[in-house]
């Protein structure tokens, strides 16, 4: 009986992914140039070389679908045990999953930046934030007639090297007695998103009817 298909990842070779990061040393040999993803992550798995996995995830599958991956796997680790902080983060990275938007990526920047990189939630609204927009900070012009300062936009997988730490804090976070087994965890559950088991509900606004409402999901 064949695995599912990873139907959100849309390269044919593992190697074509494996491209876009520096694998993991140890991971290396294991990588053989018509390896299918799912062949891979299953020799990955096999090895126990759970970090390159999750890793190999992140930068296979689209943005918004490893940033809903490692909500995921942070609700599975925290639940509501989360700081002030790092809740705001968390919400503002699904918000913009449920809805990506540029209003949505924008407003991430500013709750990632106070939760910070070093924890889980503050690396998906960064993830989040560096989906677009430009990582230089706005610098007051002189006056009218002087250049322009050009944008700096992050780099195509900035988004994934943060979600892959998310997802390592994360399984660090959860139960530091299990790490191995949550990283299994994990990476079980990126390859769910990846087959589109585990996708987001399905938002949409609210109909206009001249009263203010809220947002309508369906599940």
């Known amino acids: 009986m064949h695995a599912p298909a990873l139907t959100k990842i849309k390269a044919s070779t593992a190697a074509e992914v494996c491209k876009n990061f520096e694998l993991k040393e140890e991971a290396r040999p294991l990588l053989t140039p018509a390896q299918t993803p799912r ?3 299953d020799v990955l798995l096999a090895q126990k070389k759970h970090a390159a996995a999750i890793d190999f ?13 490692g909500c995921l796997c942070l609700e599975h680790a925290s639940g509501a045990r989360l700081s002030p902080d790092e809740a705001a983060a968390e919400k503002a990275a699904v918000r913009w999953v449920l809805q990506p938007t540029e209003e949505n990526r924008k407003a991430a920047q500013a709750p990632g930046e106070a939760a ?3 924890t889980a939630a503050g690396c998906l609204a960064m993830a989040t934030a560096w989906t677009g927009g430009s990582l230089a900070p706005p610098i007051p012009q002189p006056h009218a007639k002087a250049p322009p300062i050009p ?10 090297r943060a979600v892959a730490g998310a997802v390592m804090l994360a399984a660090v976070k959860a139960e530091p007695a ?3 087994d949550t990283q299994r965890l ?18 949409q606004p609210p109909k206009p009817t001249g009263k203010s409402g809220s947002w309508t999901i369906r599940t």
Request: net charge negative; hydrophobic share 50%; charged share 20%.
């Open 186 to 203: 994990f990476i079980e559950l990126g390859i769910g998103v990846a087959e589109g088991r585990f996708v987001w509900p399905d938002v």
């Open 39 to 41: 062949e891979f992550l």
């Open 151 to 160: 944008p700096v936009p992050p780099g195509p997988y900035l988004p994934a």
């Open 116 to 118: 910070k990189v070093s």
């Open 178 to 180: 299990r790490i191995v």
């Open 57 to 69: 995830l992140a930068h296979a599958m689209t943005p918004r679908d490893a940033i809903w991956w």
